[in-house]
């Protein structure tokens, strides 16, 4: 994305070094740190620019500058001794391709989460998961997926301070969340144990490729109990966690109970009415697959 168009909008008695971006014509200026002391000082109008595959679809007339995130040239993943560290800037294209270890028993969930994103292989190469959690649309698939697997952020706050915050709390709501102006997403952590559980994925859509209405994982914890990520389906991703696999109605109730009619989404992907139905029909779905898998080997 970013498409540059340098010289076709320049006139004469424009400076050099103006860029035009493709739609956003109130765009004058475009930064493009290499580290994190280059980031610029975070201005009113200013916007980080992952992939773009949001930020050009829509006017943006609100918008001056755009700060690349590109040239930062973050590692996009790192398998490691504690998990896995995505970098925001992570495309999902280069998610999907990750060769996991056989004894990342949850690593099928990354696939299944990748292709809950249903778009063309261009948004897939361009979009990011970094972009994908600030986006903190209801049926962000890395917000399902991080959620489910315990992810942790690391945010660079815009006075130079760092922060970590769950997943689970990063998002607020629909299209809210923890950011405050000028705060950069680094990365994300996903532990080690997290990526050893057992799981099970469940996600439908009102048609056969629209966006998620309810997007649910379960996965069984070293102690056996269950541990339910509801999104999608929410304004904001729900975790309930059980102390060993419950049986139907405890599981029914736990929802019912954990999960206000005000917390369904409402939007034409979905009736709140309906993402409730599917919600308790496919947690229903996950703990019977996973019964098996709690009892003792
Ligand atoms: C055809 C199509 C299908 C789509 N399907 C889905 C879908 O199923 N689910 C879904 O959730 N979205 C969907 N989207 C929306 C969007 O593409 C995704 O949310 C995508 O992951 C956004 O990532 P990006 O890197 O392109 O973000 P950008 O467009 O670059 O940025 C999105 C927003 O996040 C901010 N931002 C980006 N990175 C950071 C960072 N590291 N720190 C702080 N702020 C940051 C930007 O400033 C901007 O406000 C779809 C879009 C298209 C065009």
């Known amino acids: 994305m970013a498409l540059v168009l340098q010289d076709c909008y320049k006139q004469k008695d424009w400076v050099e070094s103006i860029e035009v971006y493709m739609d956003l014509n109130t765009i004058k ?18 916007a980080w620019l992952a992939g ?58 990354i696939n299944q989460c990748c292709r809950a994103f249903l778009a063309s292989f261009k948004i897939w190469k361009t979009a990011t998961v970094g972009g994908n959690l600030c986006m903190s649309l209801p049926a962000g698939p890395m917000i399902s997926l991080t959620s489910a697997l315990d992810g942790v952020c690391t945010i660079w706050r815009a006075d130079g301070t760092e922060r970590k915050v769950t997943v689970l709390d990063f998002v607020t709501g ?7 102006a000028g705060d950069l997403l680094r990365q994300i952590d996903i532990p080690l144990a997290a990526l050893k559980r057992r799981s099970a994925f469940r996600q439908i859509s009102l048609a056969p490729v629209g966006r998620s209405a309810a997007l649910l994982i379960g996965s069984i914890a070293a102690e056996g109990g269950l541990l339910l990520t509801v999104s999608a389906s929410t304004k904001r991703p729900v975790r309930l966690a059980f102390g060993k696999v419950p049986a139907p109605h405890e599981l029914r109730e736990a929802i019912l109970h954990g999960i206000g009619d005000g917390d369904y989404h409402d939007d034409i992907h979905g009736k709140p009415f309906w993402r409730k139905h599917m919600t308790l029909r496919l947690a229903e779905e996950i703990r019977s697959e996973l019964s098996g898998a709690a009892a003792p080997p």
């Open 29 to 46: 200026d475009v930064a493009r740190p290499r580290a994190r002391s280059e980031l610029p000082v975070w201005t009113a109008g200013d």
């Open 52 to 109: 773009g595959t949001w930020l050009f679809s829509e006017p943006q007339v609100h918008l001056s500058r755009l700060i690349d995130l590109a040239d930062l040239k973050w590692p996009p993943l790192e398998v490691n001794a504690t998990g896995l560290t995505m970098a925001a800037t992570c495309t999902i294209a280069q998610l999907d391709a990750l060769a996991c270890p056989p004894d990342w028993l949850a690593a099928p969930l």
């Open 174 to 180: 629909n299209q809210r969340n923890v950011l405050a």
